[in-house]
C-alpha cells in the first residue's frame, strides 16, 4: 500500500455529475490539482462515482496526467504513446501493464541512483552504471515494441508468415526477461557491494 502524509488509509473522493470532487477525509471540494498532490505525497486515494458508486480511480489518474501533459510537462515522448496505442486489442496487450509498472518499480527503487548519476555526482560510478543499464534496459523494451508493430504491419499486408512473426516476438520476449534478469542480478550485486562498504 502506498505511504501515507498527514493521514492513514484510502481517502475516499466522491466525483459528482457537475464534475466536483469531494473529500470525504476533510469534507471539502477538491481539484484535479489537489489529488496530484497527493499522489506526489504517496497518499493512497480512490475516486468513486457519486451517483454509481463505481470506482473511476484509473480514469481521473489518467485525466490527471493529460491535465500535466498539456500545461506542458511532457513526460510521455509522441514515439512511446503511439507504441502505447498500437498495442491496443493486441495478443501482448496483458503483459504491457505488468511489464510498465515492473519497470516503474524499478526506476523508483533506483531514483536515487538515478539522479545521482544525471547530476554526475559519481561519474563512472557505480550509480551511473545503474542508470546506465536501466536506460538500456528502457531502449530494448522500446525497440521490442517497435519490431512487433513492424511485424504486425508487415502480416497485415500479406507481406510475411504468422507463424514466423510470433516465433519472433516470442524470441524478442525471451532475449528481454533475460536482459531484465541480466540487469536485476548486476544491481543485487551493486547493493551487496554497497552495504559492505557502510
Not at 557505480?126 to 517497435?146: L, Q, T, V
Request: no cysteine; glycine share 8%; net charge negative.
Amino acid at each position: 500500500m502506498a505511504k501515507t502524509s498527514g493521514g492513514t488509509g484510502t481517502v475516499i473522493i466522491k466525483k459528482y455529475a457537475n464534475r466536483r470532487l469531494y473529500n470525504t477525509e476533510t469534507s471539502s471540494y477538491i481539484t484535479l490539482d489537489h489529488l496530484a498532490l497527493m499522489t506526489r505525497e504517496g497518499r493512497d486515494f480512490k475516486v468513486i462515482d457519486a451517483k454509481s458508486e463505481e470506482d473511476i480511480t484509473h480514469n481521473v489518474l489518467t485525466q490527471i496526467i493529460m491535465e500535466e501533459e498539456n500545461r506542458g510537462q511532457t513526460m510521455l515522448p509522441v514515439s512511446f504513446l503511439r507504441q502505447l496505442i498500437s498495442l491496443y486489442g493486441d495478443s501482448m496487450q496483458s503483459m504491457v501493464p505488468q511489464y510498465l509498472e515492473a519497470s516503474m518499480d524499478a526506476f523508483r527503487r533506483n531514483q536515487t541512483q538515478f539522479r545521482a548519476a544525471m547530476e554526475g555526482a559519481f561519474v563512472g560510478g557505480p550509480f551511473a552504471e545503474i542508470a546506465k543499464r536501466n536506460m538500456e534496459m528502457f531502449e530494448a523494451a522500446a525497440s521490442a515494441f517497435k519490431a512487433k508493430t513492424a511485424d504486425a504491419a508487415a502480416a497485415a499486408a500479406g507481406g510475411g508468415d504468422v507463424a514466423a512473426t510470433g516465433a519472433g516476438r516470442d524470441d524478442e520476449l525471451t532475449a528481454l526477461k533475460a536482459q531484465l534478469a541480466g540487469l536485476q542480478a548486476k544491481i543485487d550485486k551493486i547493493d551487496k557491494i554497497d552495504k559492505l562498504d557502510e
